[in-house]
């Protein structure tokens, strides 16, 4: 079967990518889309830029749309791009980075359904603590790019998830309330290297900005791949 998975370059949409390639789907290529404005309903905005270096770390073609990230305007972006995707590639199907947004999860389903493609999301209603140790574990290599909840050590920004402040991160999500796998937004993330890179992401330049006691965001100024 021939897929695109929705790619933004972060933790679940990269392990979604893994799950695809695992079962068998024919990936044909990345489809990532930039919105406007921060705070889009539907798409990631931190690093999406970034999305071109790892599709070229995995040997896949991207396809980037860009979005004014308004609630309505960006569902009509999203139908637009996906239904010149699936001509372009014959895709069969969309590979989704869901893990508990309904909104999200229907929109794309919803838009899919009218096009034609069939929807797959390897992620819904995963265990959220499991899920963060199953990342280390099988070796993706996680950067924290921004926290933006209080209870998450803010010298998690810039750092690459190790089990240990994975452990960490669920103990003081049982504590605070925030999700452990970050789906609320709580923080944002950057996967640098992954069991499908083909080379890795190294960020030789940045710099880290407080925005209050307990965020912070991580502002990336030069990065380059590296061979494995």
């Given amino acids: 079967m021939n897929v695109g998975v929705l790619f933004s370059g972060g933790k679940d949409s990269t392990f979604s990518l893994h799950w695809a390639f695992l079962h068998g789907f024919n990936v044909k290529c ?17 690093c999406v830029d970034i999305t071109r270096l790892q599709a070229e770390a995995v040997g896949l073609p ?14 009509k972006d999203l139908e637009r791009g996906l239904e010149e995707v699936a001509m372009k590639y014959e895709l069969d199907g969309v ?28 992620l819904w209603r995963k265990n959220q603590e499991n899920y963060m140790r199953e990342l280390v574990d099988y070796g ?3 950067l924290i790019t921004s926290i933006n909840v209080y209870g998450i050590p803010i ?23 925030f999700n452990p796998a970050f789906e609320g937004g709580e923080a ?8 499908l890179f ?11 900005v407080r925005t209050s006691e307990y965020t912070a ?12």
Avoid: W
Avoid at 95 to 105: K, N
Avoid at 106 to 117: D, F, R, S, T, Y
Avoid at 188 to 195: I, Q
């Fill in 62 to 75: 991207l396809e980037m749309f860009y979005t004014s990230g308004l609630r309505d305007l960006e569902l």
């Fill in 140 to 142: 993706f290599k996680i």
């Fill in 217 to 228: 965001r991580l502002e990336i100024e030069s990065v380059y791949l590296q061979d494995k």
């Fill in 30 to 46: 990345l489809i990532s889309f930039k919105p406007e404005r921060e705070n889009s309903y539907m798409f990631h905005y931190p």
């Fill in 155 to 177: 010298d998690l920004v810039g750092k690459i998830l190790t089990r240990q402040d994975v452990e960490l991160i669920i103990e003081r999500a049982r504590i605070y309330g």
């Fill in 95 to 122: 590979v989704t980075g869901a893990l508990l947004s309904d909104y999200q999860r229907m929109n794309v389903a919803l838009i899919c359904e009218k096009i034609g493609l069939r929807v797959f999301n390897p």
């Fill in 198 to 208: 083909r080379k890795r992401l190294v960020i030789d330049k940045f710099k880290i």
């Fill in 188 to 195: 944002e993330t950057l996967v640098v290297d992954a069991p």
